[in-house]
């Protein structure tokens, strides 16, 4: 079956540009998530969506940084104004529910570099 | 402040002999970890998790250690084959914390197996 899919797979941006990031979770699976990387870091945790809903946004790194997902289906992550600190490895996910033990999957996420 | 901390950044063994992968965690609300395994230009893939209520999980050639008083996990891969040759992450969460949706990740370690 088909896996989690993001769009684009690299986006390359000038300083003080908006950029989307779109993407298409596992049909049927309610929980999607948006990681990052860094270079040389590890994934760092952004937002989650619970249906439409995103009870925790604590991990937006600022205020530029938006989410949104509709029809609980696929979302997109919004960066305004970006800036060179925000290159990074944007990584999407999603599972079944929230149950204990409920499997993140990952997609193949999207490279942003700004320039 | 690293709260899954993975220290080697990489690791080389020989086909057929064991590899060990190791991940230190400080938060005590842990008690659900994960290892993902990840090839270039891929997302992360799920391998192998483990619950803080079982010290061992066994999946085929790869078994994932618990030890809660150490605060340490680590994963067996035996034998070791160059297809194991990826980078892998260590995660946890915080399942009775109210944070399941939360995957912490650790830096990684590159794993390669030479033929």
């Known amino acids: 079956g088909a896996g989690v899919s993001q769009s684009p797979s690299n986006k390359v941006t000038e300083k003080g540009k908006d950029v989307e990031l779109r993407c298409d979770p596992i049909s049927g699976h309610t929980a999607l998530y948006w990681y990052r990387q860094s270079l040389g870091q590890g994934l760092e945790f952004l937002i989650y969506?619970?249906?439409?809903?995103?009870?925790?946004k604590s991990g937006l790194p600022s205020d530029r940084f938006s989410a949104e997902r509709t029809g609980g289906s696929v979302s997109t992550l919004t960066i305004q104004r970006t800036q060179q600190e925000d290159s990074a490895v944007y990584l999407c996910?999603?599972?079944?529910?929230?149950?204990?033990?409920?499997?993140?999957?990952f997609g193949p996420g999207t490279r942003l570099t700004v320039l | 402040d690293q709260q899954v901390k993975q220290n080697s950044p990489s690791l080389s063994v020989q086909e057929g002999r064991i590899s060990i992968l190791n991940c230190d965690y400080t938060n005590s609300m842990f008690d659900y970890f994960l290892w993902y395994k990840k090839y270039p230009a891929e997302g992360p893939t799920f391998l192998i998790s483990?619950?803080?209520?079982?010290d061992k999980n066994e999946d085929g050639r790869f078994t994932v250690f618990l030890n809660k008083s150490a605060k340490h996990l680590s994963l067996h891969i035996v034998p070791s084959q160059p297809g194991d040759s990826a980078v892998y992450f260590c995660a946890a969460s915080a399942e009775r914390g109210g944070s399941n949706y939360k995957l912490t990740f650790g830096k990684g370690t590159l794993l390669t197996v030479n033929p």
């Open positions: 483990i619950s803080s209520i079982k």
């Open positions: 996910a999603s599972s079944h529910g929230l149950a204990f033990g409920d499997t993140q999957y």
């Open positions: 969506f619970q249906g439409n809903s995103a009870p925790d």
